[in-house]
């Protein structure tokens, strides 16, 4: 018996974050009504904010709160260059490399028939309408180096056999069965520049 | 760069969680914006309602939205005996572990003359009125076993040395330097059972 209901619905609420058992959920909600109330508060604004106007980048499928998100908007990132990426996350990791100039596009996921998870889902078709449209040399593939990351890269690739543009992929630097945005960003340099122009099958 | 600047936004506030750096707070935020808007919904809410609502307990000082938490509102409880403990997670502990049925006294801290954390700031004066208001028979010290801990327990022992009332401490089965919230419920049975009468020097 705690002492109060709504304690207990905040401790509750830190559930849905990843890694969060019941101990941490009480450690987090008693920290924050005994010493950051402030924190608390900013919290609570900041996810409520992040909920209600964050969407997705009309260009690359990223999360935004713009129609254009900061990097497809920018004019220093070279628009002809552009690197797949399974999710926002991704983009994190390499962005804080500091290796790439170019755009994304970010899938959102990989395929997984299982799931119901098909090129529509992944916007594949919007992805080959961007290459056409804007010109795009080269696209370079960072799926995460999975079985289902192997699986999606190749299917990307068999949809650009005949159009006029290099598909690539990074080096498989990466640790194999590892998840890109936990790979530090010296092996992402690596990866980066040891990238492999993909033969279609 | 990132996506977004509410996103940069939500990453920051995470950052007030115990345990919370970057790498962890960005994980939390594209988890919740990416799989579970729900949940955040729910988590921004309870922490806007806990922090709006939650004070303090008259009788006991800990957590709650009402006037009388839900301990020392209960029939079913021993009035008579009072545990007095360091925070709000002490009490938590001790529930889970099901071996006390008394009543709490919240101290919010410990003697810190460092910190200006002084009696008044414990309530140490309002702890004697419940003492003798209520008749306790029994008041049972369950402060952290550090410095500042048994510092405190002296200090209260002290303040009853001419009351009609027995001032007990729980045993130090816990281990020593430890923080009672993390204690297991096993050793904290032995604690309670093990308590020790405190002489006044």
Do not use: W
């Not at 500091?98 to 395929?111: A, D, E, N, P």
């Not at 690539?168 to 492999?196: N, Q």
Request: with cysteine; hydrophobic share 35%; charged share 25%.
């Amino acid at each position: 018996m705690n002492s109060s209901p709504l304690i207990d619905q905040l401790i509750e609420a830190f559930r849905c974050l990843p890694g969060v058992g019941p101990k941490s959920a009480q450690r987090m909600t008693l920290h924050l009504l005994e010493r950051n109330r402030e924190g608390a508060n900013k919290l609570s604004k900041a996810l409520e904010e992040a909920i209600e106007h964050v969407g997705n980048c009309r260009e690359c499928r990223t999360f935004t709160e713009e129609e254009l998100c900061r990097i497809c908007a920018s004019h220093s990132r070279n628009q002809k260059l552009c690197c797949v990426v399974e999710s926002p996350a991704d983009i994190f990791a390499i962005e804080q490399s500091g290796t790439f100039r170019g755009v994304y596009f970010v899938l959102m996921g990989h395929l997984s028939p299982i799931d119901g998870i098909g090129p529509e889902q992944l916007g594949i078709s919007q992805l080959v309408d961007k290459v056409q449209s804007q010109d795009i040399e080269e696209l370079i593939i960072a799926c995460n180096p999975t079985v289902e990351g192997d699986a999606t890269a190749y299917y990307i690739a068999e949809q650009f056999r005949e159009a006029n543009v290099v598909v690539s992929r990074i080096a498989h630097g990466v640790p194999v069965g590892g998840e890109l945005e936990f790979v530090d960003g010296g092996t992402l340099s690596h990866a980066f520049s040891g990238r492999k122009v993909m033969e279609s099958s």
